[in-house]
C-alpha cells in the first residue's frame, strides 16, 4: 500500500461547480497536510496548510482533514477555468524531515 | 519579495556526463529541499540542507548529491547521467525545517533536464 494515494483524474467540471479533491494516506502519524497547485511547466505553489485534523478555510478553498479515516479533502467553491492545474496533497510527521506527496490529480475546468 | 530562483530552466546533456544545478532560496529562508519530478513517479525528496547540513536524504544513489552555502543558496550536482534521470528538478524553500509546527515551503519554477 502507497504511504499517500491520490486519483490521477483528469477530473472536468463545469465552470461554477464546487470542486472536490481527496487524497488517502496510510501513516497515522502524518499530522501536516498541505495542497499545492501546479500549472503546465510551472513549480508547485502553496494553497492550503493544515495541522492534524479539522477545516480550514482560505477565500473560494477549503481543507479538511479527517484523521479517523486517514482521508483529507480539497473544495473548490465557484471554480474558474484559471483553476485548471493539478493539484497535488502532501503531508509529514512532526519531527520527520520527509514531505510524502500524492502524485497529483489533474483538474479542468470547463468554461 | 522575490521568489525561489533556479538556473538554469533547462538543460539538456548525454548520457555519462554530470551537471549541476543552482537554487537561491526566498531572502531569509535557510531549508533548501530538492525534489525530482516524473510523470510516472511524481514529487519523490531527494534532499534537505538546512543552514549548511543534510538534514535528511531521499531513495536516490549516491551519484546524486548536494549542498548548501552559508547565503543559503544550494547546488545539486548529478553524475554519471543516465535517461532515468530525465525529470523536473524543483527546489524549494522555508524559513523552519522540515518537520517543525512552522514548516511551509515554497518551489522555485525547476530545472528541466533531459540526458539523450
Redesign the interface.
Known amino acids: 500500500q502507497k504511504e499517500v494515494e491520490q486519483d490521477p483524474g483528469p477530473l472536468s467540471v463545469p465552470e461554477g461547480a464546487i470542486v472536490s479533491l481527496n487524497c488517502t494516506y496510510s501513516n497515522s502519524a502524518f499530522q501536516?497536510f498541505?495542497w499545492?497547485r501546479q500549472y503546465s511547466?510551472?513549480?508547485?505553489?502553496?494553497l492550503m496548510?493544515t495541522?492534524s485534523s479539522g477545516n480550514k478555510e482560505d477565500g473560494r478553498f477549503t481543507a479538511q482533514v479527517d484523521k479517523s479515516s486517514k482521508y483529507i479533502s480539497l473544495f473548490i467553491r465557484d471554480s474558474q477555468p484559471s483553476d485548471s492545474a493539478t493539484y497535488?496533497c502532501?503531508m509529514?510527521?512532526?519531527?520527520?524531515?520527509?514531505?510524502?506527496?500524492?502524485?497529483?490529480t489533474r483538474l479542468h475546468i470547463l468554461p | 519579495k522575490a521568489g525561489v530562483t533556479q538556473t538554469p530552466r533547462y538543460l539538456i546533456k548525454t548520457r555519462g556526463q554530470q551537471v549541476t544545478l543552482s537554487c537561491s532560496p526566498i531572502s531569509g529562508h535557510r531549508s533548501v529541499s530538492w525534489y525530482q519530478q516524473t510523470p510516472g513517479q511524481g514529487l519523490q525528496f531527494l534532499f534537505e540542507y538546512f543552514s549548511e547540513t543534510q538534514r535528511n536524504k531521499g531513495n536516490f544513489p549516491g551519484r546524486f548529491s548536494g549542498r548548501q552555502f552559508s547565503n543559503s543558496r544550494s547546488e545539486m550536482n548529478v553524475s554519471t547521467l543516465e535517461l532515468g534521470d530525465s525529470a523536473l528538478y524543483l527546489c524549494a524553500s522555508s524559513l523552519a525545517p522540515a518537520g517543525s509546527s512552522s514548516y511551509e515551503q515554497y518551489f522555485g519554477p525547476g530545472t528541466r533536464l533531459t540526458v539523450t
Open positions: 501536516y498541505m499545492y511547466r510551472k513549480g508547485p505553489e502553496l496548510y495541522y497535488l502532501a509529514s510527521a512532526v519531527g520527520d524531515d520527509k514531505i510524502i506527496f500524492g502524485k497529483g
